[in-house]
Structures are given as C-alpha cells and as structure tokens.
C-alpha cells in the first residue's frame, strides 16, 4: 500500500530514483518484486524483499532503531530521524508511532532546543518554506513554489521567541517542521497536507548575526509597519492560494505580537496560537484531573501564575471562561483565583513599578495588595492551591517557595512548564522531595518517574511518583485534526475548553493513581481523535464547520468519518482500540 493521497501512477508515469527521491512514495524494501519491476526499481536496491505487515516491525524499523541507538548525542539522534522523514515517510511516521514515548523528546521538545540553536547543521531544504522579508509583495508566488497545492494546515513561526531560547531567527524552522511532524505522528495528518513555514524577518540576536553558518538574513529584526504589512500580506496570500479555510497555527513569535495577532486575526481566518491557546488547554486538563485526585473544585483553586507571558495570560484567560461557563462564577469571581506573577513581582494594579501591559492588566490584583516580589511570600499571601510556572526562570520554585506551599496545602499542583528541560522552574525530582511526595506534579519537558527515599516520603504512602508532561502536543494535533478535516472557522474558547475536557476524561485511574495527569504517549492516537471528534460536534452544532457549504452543508452523522478519514496516515487507528473511546 501506498500512502492513500500520493500516488505512484501519474502521467508521465515514475519511475527510479525519482521514485525512491520522493519520501511520500519511497518505501524501500519493502517494495515487492512486481513493484521493482513495472517502476524500474530492480537493482536500486539489495534484494530483501520486506513484507512485514504495518502493524508488524518491518525491517526499515527494526534497522533505523539499531541506527539510532548506536548515536550517542540526542541532536545527532535529531538529525538522524528528520534524514529518514526526508527519505521514506511511511516507515518514519510507523516508527514514531511504535516508539512514541522515546522518540517524541527526540523530534520535538527538549531536542528540537538544541536543533533549532544549531539549525544550520541539521537542516534540509524542502521541509518547510522560507519567507524573507525582502520578498514581500511576492508571498504568494513563494507559496506557489511549494510541490502541493492542497495544504490544510500551515505552522508559521517568526522565530522570535523560539521554547525558552529566545530570538533564534530563521532558525526556528524547527518547530514548524517539528509540530507538524507531530501531527502525523500524533494524530495521523497526511503529511502532505501540512506545511511549516519560517517568516524571516532578521533576528536580533547578535551571536546568529555574526556565526558565518547562520542562513537567515543577516539584518536587525524589521518591525512597525513594514512588518506587520508583511505579516497580513502573508494571511492573505495563504487564503489565496490554499483555500479562504487553511489553518494557520502561530508558534513562538515574541509576546508582543503573539496577542496581537491572535486577536487581529481571529475572527478573518481558520488560526489560533498555540503558545497562547494550546498551552491553556493542556493546563486546564491537567487541573481538571487533578480535581480526580484532590477532591477540591476547580473554582476552590488558588492559583499563582508565575510568568506572565503567552503561556500564563493564556491560561488565566482559558479559567476564566471555563469557570463562568462550567462553574457558573462572575468574571470577577473567577479573575479572584488568580494571583499573576512577572518579573516584578505580584501583578497589582497601579503597581508603584509598573510594566503592566492591556494583556496583563485584567488580571492585576485590586489597588491595595502588597506589592510582593517574594514568590515563598506571594504563595503565602495567596493561600495558594497551585503553581503554575511559565518564566523560563530555571530553578525558580526553590524548596523553599514549595515547602511554603506544601505546608498550606495538603496536595498541592506545581507545574513547571518553561522549555527545555534546563530552562524548568524546578525538576521533578526537586518537587517531590520538597513536598514530602505530597504535590501533583506536570512540566513541559519530560522528567523520568522519581523513586523518593523511604524518609523523603509519609509513612504508609507511595514512593514511586510519575509526573505528568503538561506539552501542548497531547493538544494541538487533536485540534488541527478537526479544524483541518472540517474546516472550522473561527477557532473559538470552546475549542480549547473541550479539547481540555475530553483529554483530562482519557486519564485513566491507574495513571492518576501513580500521580500523573496526563495519559501515556502511547495512546495518544486515540486521544487525538478523541479531541477532534469532540471540538468537530461543538463546532458544528455552533455552525462553525465550512466544509461542504457550497453543497448544502456537512451532515452531523458524516463527522466522525471525516476526521477518522483525515487520521489514517500511516495506517489507521485500529478499530479495536476507537471502540474503547
Ligand atoms: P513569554 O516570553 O511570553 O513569557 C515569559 C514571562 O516570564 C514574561 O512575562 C516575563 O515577564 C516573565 N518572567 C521573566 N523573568 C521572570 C521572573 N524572574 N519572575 C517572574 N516572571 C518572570 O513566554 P511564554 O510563551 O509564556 O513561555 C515561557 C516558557 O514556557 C518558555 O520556556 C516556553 O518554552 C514554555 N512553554 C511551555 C509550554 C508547554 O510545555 N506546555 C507551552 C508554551 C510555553
């Protein structure tokens, strides 16, 4: 079998090395011998003839697994698995699918960190589009240079704030390539339907402007207007070109714009920002399984945001709307759980420091509180419940700060979200220990399950503690699978509200029992869809699906098929593991 939307057969007809050059097509040896002959592939390759079925490790895997672990650097191993996505994508997306939980930190988060800091060295061209700013005006015909005109998702980075690592300019095509590589992996996206794209316009980071590998172009960061015309130039040419309903999903731009655009762009295209957004979602799901474990309500949390950036005021944002519509509080009743942090200090209106920008102020605590910088004070002040960290200050959660908050609460959340691994506000390890094994516990980057010594933990409980990975990946390819497959717009609160639900609904009690708030990796096909089903019914009972308007309307019984259809590649999900949905 061939990939179900790339064809062999086409007039002229291929054959060769054109063939084996073309990574939707090529499958190795595991073309048959009749394959080998009517393509001309006979003798292009060593006679083995691979018939291992999809769901069996085939001998493409088994070699690409013995290769990889002969490499001793993670970055290597990086640049190993995107040669093998360059050269035969049915074998890489199967491998990444049977080998989930050790490959994803290797293509994604924390390794596409050290990728991106050193992109020139493990790039290859034709994995995303470059859109230099110096090529305004002609955005569209860059489009159009692109092999495939049927492009359903497109994530877009300007490469401003790259994880935790900052301005890493054109660099940043690895997250782009990354995220949409986890969306086939993830939530089995047709590649070909995907396409990351890099809008370089400079980087201001002076060791990229003066390293002579850097690729990008060598100029200061362009902003005003001249940037963002280019910007709104970019939107309206990808709905020129793929269709007024492409998704467009903005990744690591600088705070500044991230808000903007979101807002700007909301209501005109198929677009959200993951950072902002998708980041809200994971967190709420983690919250809401933690009530499972807790016993408290999620309106009785206490929550101190420390960071506030995309992730945070995103976050904030998400509660709010979940607490007026799914607990009945006020907007101020729910803004009341909410104690944000920046690099000031506690956020309070009127703050004799200031810096408190439109996205912050609705969140500032009322004229008259403290004005704390001690985070051990603010939890404190806060009777805080909850920490969440988003600062990319690492080690910020001291044993101090989180015993404080051990002591006021019984079983208390920290996350610590900042990316890579070495940018974490605490490790896991560090958070068990400080809390007596007391606290629920999720990061950004993955952390192995921690062994507390008998002392470190009460008598009679648990030692062995699993952390949660809070990553916006058990998110976004669940939700770009439904926005894709049934052409939502605009993509709304609800999404992400019912995205977090029915992710938090697929913890099972065992995992929660060893205090992890997020289901393993490897079911996270089923998860996906899971997503999609449930944002596809919300949004068409909202009329927000546009597929098939111009003949007369999606029908509501037709959903799950399409998004099952969208989600078949590799293979599709086995039917015996939807039936457990
Ligand atoms: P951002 O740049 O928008 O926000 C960072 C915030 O941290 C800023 O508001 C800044 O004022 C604040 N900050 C800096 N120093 C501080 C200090 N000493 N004390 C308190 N606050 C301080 O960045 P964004 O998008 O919010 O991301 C932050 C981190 O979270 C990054 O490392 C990123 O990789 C990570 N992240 C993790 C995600 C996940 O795993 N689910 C998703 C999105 C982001």
Known sequence: ?????????????????????????NKGVSFSRMQRQNFKLTGLMPALVDTATPSEISYQERLAMERLHHLSSDLDKYDYLLRLYDTDRTHFFRMMNKNVEELTPLVYTPTVGAACQNYALVHAHGRGLFIPITESSNIKSILENWPVRDIRAIVVTDGERILGLGDLGAYGMGIPVGKLALCTALAGIPPEYCLPIVLDVGTNNKQLLDDPLYFGLRQKRVTGDAYDNFVAEFMRSCAAVYGKHVLIQFEDFGNHNAFRFMKKYAALYSTFNDDIQGTASVILSGFLTACRKTGRKLK???????????????????????????SSLTEEEAKRRIFMVDSRGLIVENRSTGGISLEKAPFARPTGTPEMTDLAEIIKYANCTALVGASAVPNSFTPEVMKQLAKQCEM?????????????????????????????????????????????????????????????????????????????????????????????????????????????????????YAIARQVGHVAFREGRCWLKRSEGGLKKEEIDDIIKSMSSYPDPIPASQLRDL
Not at 312 to 319: D, E, Q, R
Request: proline share 8%; hydrophobic share 35%.
């Open 300 to 326: 009785e949390e206490n929550i101190v945001c420390f960071g506030a950036g995309e992730s945070m005021l995103g976050f904030a944002h998400l509660l709010v709307e979940t607490l007026k519509s799914r």
């Open 412 to 528: 208390p959340l920290i996350f610590a979200l900042s990316n890579p691994t070495h940018k974490a506000e605490c490790t896991a390890q560090a958070a068990y220990k400080a809390t007596n094994g007391q606290c629920l516990f999720a990061s950004g980057s993955p952390f192995q399950p921690v062994n507390l010594e008998p002392g470190e933990a009460p008598r009679h409980s648990s030692t062995y503690h699993k952390p949660g990975q809070a990553n916006n990946a058990y998110i976004f390819p669940g939700l770009l699978l439904a926005i894709s497959s049934l052409r939502i717009q605009p993509v709304t609160d609800e999404d992400f509200i019912s995205a977090a639900e029915t992710l938090s609904e697929n913890v099972s009690d065992e995992e929660l029992c060893l205090g992890c708030l997020y289901p393993p990796l490897n079911k996270i096909r089923c998860v996906s």
């Open 1 to 25: 079998m061939f990939s179900q939307n790339c064809q062999l057969t086409t007039n002229p007809p291929r054959t060769g090395v054109d063939i084996l050059r073309d990574p939707l097509v």
